[in-house]
């Protein structure tokens, strides 16, 4: 049973330039979140996706946006991209309504040079 | 809001130690508590989890009492191995319509055989 898969794993990007980052999740999950993680900081939530529909959303300016398709997959898009946008970008799943927590991907390490 | 507290800094300890990692929370309602570790390079790994006061979770020797009485969820672990060498995070979810993982910021374990 695949869990949450992430692409790309590492990713170098120019400043100004625009990103964007894919996240599959766990078989059986219908709901995505995603989160960034600086160095040597716990991760911070971006925003959360279901049904399509973005549902909650962390304090991250308008440059981070997302999607999700009716596979349940998702994107995350950061325009604009700022040095201080480097991170560990992690995808989360779980099923609506759950509280047995979330699983995580492996992330994708963006560096903004 | 909801918020995650983690004892300040790294952990160095010898093999067959004992580990303590403290870990206090802020929860509107009743919230579910988890700990995370997170191994080099690597994404988040559902530890154990507790969803009501006096649970105890464990899991490959760690365990952790949800303590409502002192909002505390520490994580504690007999006799480390060197394989214990890893980043360990303290999070919950509070079920109040606003379900995202609110993390701590984190302890870097270091094992020394």
């Known amino acids: 049973d695949a869990g949450v898969t992430q692409s790309p794993t590492h990713l170098i990007k120019t400043r100004g330039q625009q990103v964007t980052l894919r996240c599959s999740p766990k078989?059986?999950?219908?709901?995505v979140s995603w989160y960034q993680q600086a160095l040597g900081q716990g991760p911070q939530f971006i925003f959360q996706?279901?049904?399509?529909?973005?549902?909650q959303r962390g304090n991250f300016p308008d440059r981070f946006s997302g999607h999700q398709f009716p596979n349940y997959s998702s994107e995350l898009n950061v325009n604009a991209l700022l040095l201080g946008d480097s991170a560990l970008y992690l995808c989360?799943?779980?099923?609506?309504?759950?509280?047995?927590?979330?699983?995580f991907g492996s992330g994708t390490r963006l560096t903004v040079v | 809001g909801n918020s995650v507290t983690q004892m300040e800094g790294p952990v160095t300890l010898s093999e067959e130690a004992f580990l303590t990692i403290n870990c206090t929370y802020t929860?509107?309602?009743?919230?579910?508590l988890f700990w995370y570790v997170q191994y080099p390079g690597e994404g988040l790994q559902l530890l154990l989890k507790?969803?009501?006061?006096?649970d105890k979770g464990s899991n490959k020797g760690f365990e952790a009492t949800y303590r409502k009485e002192t909002t505390s969820f520490h994580l504690e672990k007999g006799s480390v191995q060197v394989s214990d060498s890893a980043v360990y995070f303290c999070?919950?979810?509070?079920?109040?319509?606003?379900?995202?993982?609110?993390f701590g910021k984190g302890n870097q374990v270091v094992v020394i055989p």
């Open positions: 929860a509107t309602g009743y919230p579910s």
């Open positions: 996706y279901y049904e399509e529909e973005e549902r």
């Open positions: 078989s059986g999950h219908d709901t």
């Open positions: 507790a969803t009501k006061a006096d």
């Open positions: 989360a799943s779980t099923l609506w309504g759950a509280n047995y927590g979330y699983t």
């Open positions: 999070a919950l979810i509070s079920w109040d319509g606003n379900n995202r993982l609110a």
